[in-house]
């Protein structure tokens, strides 16, 4: 069991006018919806000796997703380091496979800057609320 747990949270759609989705009226369509991670399993592996040694973090990835829902590689950064770079390096590898549906505005669909939270947690503390 080396795959981490995601908790998936978008924290900022840049694209945005206030920069966060707002709920729409009706049935018009939200003017803003960020993207939505379509992997069911987690793409990014914990490394195995920090998990043996239940090393735990977030690392805080800032992805450009096109219209088209792909992930522009060269515009990946690490916005927030987790404080231990095997982890950092970890979430990074795992970007090549996560798949997207894009972002939408106004119902089309378009590319947006976001931040995407990967955590590393042990699986016996996410299942009592990440406790420490």
Do not use: K
């Not at 003017?31 to 991670?37: D, G, I, R």
């Not at 106004?106 to 996410?126: E, I, M, S, W, Y």
């Amino acid at each position: 069991m080396r795959r981490w747990f995601w908790s998936i949270a978008i924290l900022a759609a840049c694209g945005s006018e206030t920069g966060f989705p707002q709920a729409g009226s009706g049935d018009a369509p939200p003017p803003f919806e960020p993207p939505v991670l379509l992997n069911a399993e987690s793409p990014v592996n914990y490394p195995r000796d920090m998990f043996e040694q239940q090393v735990e973090g977030v690392v805080v990835l800032r992805l450009y997703v096109t219209a088209e829902g792909n992930v522009v590689p060269e515009s990946t950064r690490i916005a927030e380091a987790s404080g231990y770079p095997e982890l950092d390096s970890a979430a990074l590898r795992g970007v090549e496979s996560m798949r997207f549906a894009p972002a939408r505005r106004n119902g089309q669909p378009v590319g947006t800057l976001f931040l995407q939270p990967v955590h590393f947690r042990q699986p016996d503390r996410a299942e009592r609320g990440g406790e420490r």
